[in-house]
């Protein structure tokens, strides 16, 4: 990975202007896509297959007058008089004709309708008129809504001063949420966070503008899509506020990267290639868990949790791919001005920053005393530091036990809100279940008494507590299918409006055994009661997902047992703390005026899941870039404890401002934000707080100062089972340090020295060599151009190991080996792309292939008494690709030949000296003759190339447990 990113880091500073005007391009394409396709982001919230969502799509097409959604105006007299006399009577009839008119309208219904009057108040005080509209709350048009408020301010034209007229309902009752000016204060913040930790106005404004251009990006393309898919109103604002935050983050750590490779005198092209492999490397890694764990959302099986999941994990994907592409471009054009001018100016004079005034002269900087203070504090009492960090968050996840699920609805908006305003008055009037009515339906077609059996039916629901009234139950038209509206004594939110639902559910079989017909529950509250109940059972897969995923992603990083654990514990507590803040905020009402909570109550039922999954993320994110720095120290040769001071010091800087700046672009949301997207920031603001401060910066340190050398062991099996990812850039700084390797043969297509692969000790202890139990590596070998090497399987039994491990095809445990200019094991996968594997039979089609080395595989071939035409085609192979050569349509190709030197000197072209392995750890040296010529002796010059390894070189390639690093 850090190769790869090095290599795109070199294009990107090279085609800087090239990088920078494609992003352009793609969010000028997008934008315009946008503005002319977007269907706007107003999707409701649905989960197909469940009894409420099934039993409204069959009353959409058997019952349409109360299928789709609906919309309230809310007559309330004035104190002393009737909304069902004069002049409100009349005036209301009025006013329902009109909206009778109104497109998609298929029924109203008010209290003075002759066949079916509903919705006059106990009190008669208050009159409720429920407009039925066709379609799905997404779908009602602009004309539609307007013309319904037109009618209500009329309405309260033409009544007394003193009477109230609202309008709500559904179709009012979600906002679309916007961009305010208070949540451009968490990017001022971010702002000045950065100019204090990276010191350049311009390496200040940098992250900024990149994550600006990323989020442009993430939100044209998801408005294109709308044109194709629905999408909830939250999935946009989710996925600005967390690709904005990440996207800052991002740059930031390369950017800093950068800033300390070019203080220690680092060349600015290299150093940016650097920085993003280093740097770079850790960003992908971050950005692979956070949209691993988002797109995990789909565990739940909620469509519209999926698209959310991954809108949001696109968002942290353009994150990472403008963060590696345009962050090298940029920095590439700003040069050193990416320093702040003293530095410039000691690096222009030739002084290392590290003489410049106030750093080495004037001792550690202000930042590393307080951070190395704070190291010390928290690891000084290890046990005490893990007992306090526990108790403190333990506390704080007490109000999790009493976290209750729901989907938002009018009670969450402004107190000002006409939604909210009717919502309060019909609660007041006419009851809270009022707000939430329930449907039974189901098909009565076989009934010789559809009105009777629904009467009967109606008695039975009245019967159930929990019911305040049953004020519809009537057959449609067709008299195949049946209503009952039920009232709930309380409102949507209340935990005895859902036992009410499961009591009616309860009642399904006996119902249908007493009058053959079976009942489904549904209505816009029974459908999210069963999406807050499925989305809490989907957090225990969810959460072992997560937690399962960061053991194996956090083991394959920094190669232990204890790290992954003790950072997947520390995520569960930053977990808990965050629930319990959503808690004691939204349901307790603590700091609720403050956070301009509107309405306390149960959280949103996607809240949980959410922020689970990026939190994971995040915090992964904290975890490798402080262990990693302190894994760093530890690798390369300090003890435990100096190891964790000096990596706590080096990297706390970077990621308590990565903290800082994603705390405040979470926090700018709650105070103005739309209902459903403040609790979600919330909970993110909490816990990246917890996660970075509490838990990374205190609990991290601590623990693994308790462990000591133990933190970093890992079980040979497993770290032969886990791949590895290279998150640090160890790969590349080897590969830096190889580049002008092998010293004594700069141009050898391929160098080998110390090998050790895979059974060597097995393979050599009975057989040729003779070696002990240690084991003996594979030889040390010099393959120049046009020279190809010769591993006889008749005389060493490592020859296919070192045929595969020079193909790239099999591990290499220790030593270094270059194949083609490319370092073993790292450029491994790199070089099976330009390495073939042929027998006699595939020669001719593997050289047409071009490969940089060729693996002729003759053991089935026989020795000298392979027949001629077998020789012959596989020479006129070689020479046909010669003549490609000399064309310039083929590289060169070095062979090597699993077989003995006798049946490769018949096969390879003319002018080939071999490098051959014999018994006795010898090398012989021979050009292959003319077809006409005589061959050379077999005592041709030798060299030796085989060594035996010794047991401390096998380990100083290996982990504490002798496992394979």
Known sequence: MSTL???????????????????????????????????????????????????????????????????????????????????????????????????????????????????????????????????????????????????????????????????????????????TATEAIGVVIAFVVLLFTLGSLVAAGMPLIIAIIGVGVTIAGLFVTTAFAEMTSTTPMLALMLGLAVGIDYTLFIVSRHQEQLRSGLGVTESIARATATSGSAVVFAGLTVIIALLGLAVAGIPFLTALGVAAAAGVAVAVLIGVTLTPAV???????????????????????????????????????????????????????????????????????????????????????????????????????????????????????????????????????????????????????????????????????????????????????????????????????????????????????????????????????????????????????????????????????????????????????????????????????????????????????????????????????????????????VPEGDPSIKVIALGLAVGVFVDAFIVRMTLVPAVLALLGDRAWSMPGWLSRVLPSFDVEGEGLAREIAHAAWPADMPQARIAADALVLPGDAAS?????????????????????????????????????????????????????????GLLLPERAASLRSRAAWATPATLREALQDRPAVLVLDLREAGQADASSAAVDGMRSAFAAHAVSVARGAAPEVTPVVLGGAELARRILPEGTELVTLDRTSAAASARVPSPVSTPPAESATERPLISPVKPEVVSHFSDSEGSAR
């Open 5 to 179: 990113l090095h290599a795109i880091g070199l294009w990107a500073t090279r085609a800087r202007w090239l990088v920078l005007a494609t992003w352009i391009a793609i969010l000028a394409v997008l934008g315009i896509a946008a503005g002319l396709f977007s269907q706007g982001a107003n999707a409701p919230i649905t989960i197909p297959g469940t009894e409420s969502q099934e039993a409204i799509d069959t009353l959409g097409r058997t019952f349409p007058e109360v299928s789709g959604t609906s919309a309230t105006i809310i007559v309330v007299a004035a104190d002393g008089e009737r909304a069902d006399q004069q002049p409100y009577e009349q005036t209301i009839v009025d006013a329902v004709d009109e909206l009778e008119q109104l497109d998609d309208v298929s029924a109203v219904t008010h209290p003075f309708d002759e066949q079916a009057a509903a919705g006059l108040s106990d009190d008669g005080q208050a009159a409720l008129v429920t407009v039925q509209i066709t379609g799905a709350q997404s779908d009602v048009s602009d004309a539609t809504a307007d013309g319904i408020i037109a009618v209500a301010e009329q309405l309260q034209d033409r009544l007394p001063a003193d009477a109230e007229v609202s309008y709500g309902g559904d179709v009012f009752s979600v906002s679309i949420p916007g961009f």
């Open 331 to 669: 920095l590439a054009m700003a040069g050193l001005k990416i320093l702040p001018k003293r530095q410039r100016d000691a690096l222009a004079a030739g002084a290392p920053i590290e003489s410049a005034p106030a750093s080495a002269s004037h001792g550690p900087s202000r930042a590393d005393r307080f951070f190395g203070g704070w190291v010390r504090g928290v690891t000084a009492k290890p046990v005490a530091t893990i007992l306090a960090v526990l108790v403190v968050l333990g506390v704080a996840a007490i109000p999790m036990t009493q976290l209750r699920l729901a989907l938002p609805g009018a009670e969450t908006l402004e107190e000002t809100d006409p939604a909210r305003v009717t919502y309060e008055l019909t609660g007041e009037h006419f009851g809270e279940g009022a707000n939430g009515p329930l449907i039974l339906t189901g098909s009565i077609i076989t009934s010789d008494d559809p009105v009777g059996l629904m009467e009967d039916l109606a008695d039975e629901v009245r019967d159930i507590p929990g019911v305040h009234d049953v004020p519809l139950a009537t057959p449609n038209q067709n008299a195949d299918t049946g209503i009952i509206q039920v009232v709930p004594e309380d409102g949507p939110q209340a935990e005895s409006t859902s036992e009410l639902v499961a009591e009616l559910r309860a009642h399904h079989d006996e119902w249908l055994d007493d009058y053959g017909v079976s009942l489904a529950v549904t209505g816009f509250t029974a459908v999210g009661i069963d999406v807050s109940n499925l989305l809490g059972e989907a957090l225990l897969p969810f959460g072992v997902l997560v937690v399962g995923l960061s053991l194996i992603l956090l083991a394959m990083v920094f190669r232990s047992v204890w790290v992954p654990i003790k950072a997947t514990l520390g995520y569960l507590l930053s977990v808990g703390a965050a629930f319990g803040a959503v808690v004691a905020v939204f349901q307790w009402g603590w700091l609720g005026d403050a956070l301009n909570v509107h309405a306390t109550g149960p959280v949103l039922s996607f809240m949980p899941i959410i922020l689970m999954g990026v939190l994971f993320g995040l915090a992964m994110d904290y975890e490798v870039f402080l262990v990693s720095r302190i894994r760093e120290e530890y690798v390369h040769g300090a003890d435990a404890q100096t190891a964790i001071r000096r990596g706590f010091v080096g990297s706390a800087k970077v990621v308590t401002a990565a903290a800082l700046i994603m705390f405040a672009v979470f926090a700018a949301f």
């Open 764 to 820: 050599t202890s009975g057989g040729a060599g003779g070696a002990d139990a240690a084991g003996v590596g594979a030889p040390t070998i010099r393959v120049g151009v046009g020279e190809a090497l010769v591993l006889d399987p008749q005389q060493t039994g490592r020859a296919v190991p070192i045929a595969e491990a020079l193909s790239g095809r099999g591990p290499i445990i220790a030593g270094t080996a270059k194949v083609a």
